[in-house]
């Protein structure tokens, strides 16, 4: 018997659909009985971490985890054998194991078709990190919002005492006249004065964030900053530089007020952690398709043990610090969608606060 051959029609409908398939944003994977990978798209390159060449003509089991191997295995043999496939039809959730060695949750299906008395497996994968981000994401703010409402009340009901406590304190200190009672009169004064702050700092952590989003030229935001922290009063006294290094402007969408306090609060601590005379540097970086914003000092660096430890609230090795600042600026940070915030540090070469921002896109 001759070859079948394809009409021009038919051809036409199968370049159409390989096409569609090849640039969907699922993965595509098409096996035979010996699950030889004979369809690997673009989308798979991408979730799987393999080059098409690199996986075409061989056994998908090959690159899948030693965990997911033996029964893949198992469940195509026995479908040849039988005809019956637990996962034929029917979408779970797996764990993919990239070529990387890194780990991605995913939507796995299966499909079948039967072509000159042989099968072949389709398997459709669905990348899950966004879906399973946001998950966690709408759990965290139930949360918070229900921390929140409970931290407003304890706000409350501590608030209106603490600012007697700190007016009758203030009005005896401004008489007393026996430094004795100078002198603790003035740590009750200082002690109200962190807990009103410690209370300010709790709810500005667990409170869910109103963003005002609007699109802003990067550039301006940081000279602002720059220019607010070149007359802090650490950075005068102490002749610490604080200079903006950009290599070029971006368009970003941002709360520019909330996106401001963090940075303030950055360039602030890198100039407490610099020695006299020495420099912090605001900086951005393309990494496409996002812009990274450094804030770089030239202190001593943080230590391993505390590094562990730095976002942990009420956490801080600063003598008047409430251990909420760094908690607050990656809420901040992460609150605004596609960001995220770290902090990089090597004892004796300083330390570096990274924000990672999606610029606007024309």
């Known amino acids: 018997m001759g070859e079948k051959l394809f009409s021009a029609e038919e051809l036409e409908q199968y370049i159409i659909l390989r096409n569609a398939v090849e640039n969907t944003n699922e993965a595509f994977v098409t096996i035979d009985e010996e699950s030889t990978v004979l369809f690997f798209n673009k989308a798979a390159e991408a979730i799987f971490g393999y080059r098409r060449e690199e996986v075409l003509g061989r056994d998908l089991a090959e690159i899948l985890s030693p965990m997911c191997r033996a029964g893949h295995q198992e469940a195509v043999g026995r479908f040849v054998r039988t005809g019956e496939g637990r996962m034929i039809g029917h979408e779970s959730e797996v764990q993919i194991t990239r070529k990387d060695g890194s780990i991605l949750p995913a939507a796995l299906s299966f499909s079948m078709a039967r072509f000159d008395g042989r099968f072949y497996f389709t398997g459709l994968v669905r990348d899950l990190t966004d879906t399973k981000s946001l998950q966690a994401r709408l759990i965290q703010n139930e949360r918070l919002a229900a921390l929140g409402q409970t931290i407003a009340e304890i706000n409350h009901e501590i608030k209106n ?126 990494r496409e398709p996002q812009v990274e914003v450094l804030v770089t000092d030239s202190g001593e660096g943080i230590p391993e043990e505390i590094k562990k430890r730095m976002f942990s609230p009420f956490f801080t090795t600063k003598a008047q610090g409430t251990g909420l600042g760094l908690s607050i600026s990656k809420r901040i940070v992460e609150d605004h969608p596609g960001c995220s915030f770290a902090i990089e540090s090597e004892e004796g070469k300083g330390t570096a606060a990274i924000i990672v921002i999606s610029p606007v896109r024309k």
């Open 161 to 286: 005492p603490l600012i007697m406590i700190g007016g009758f304190a203030r009005q005896l200190l401004r008489k007393a006249i026996d430094e004795k009672d100078r002198a603790k009169l003035t740590i009750i004064v200082d002690e109200v004065s962190r807990l009103e702050n410690l209370l300010a700092g709790l709810r500005d952590l667990y409170k869910l964030q109103q963003l005002k989003m609007a699109a802003i030229s990067l550039n301006d935001l940081l000279r602002e900053v720059v220019d607010l922290a070149q007359s802090h009063a650490g950075c005068v006294e102490d002749r610490i530089e604080v200079v903006l290094e950009s290599e070029s402007d971006v368009m970003v969408e941002v709360d520019r007020e909330k996106m401001k306090q963090v940075l303030l609060n950055l360039v602030k601590n890198g100039i407490e952690a610099s020695f006299p005379g020495g420099r912090v540097v605001v900086s951005t970086r393309l």
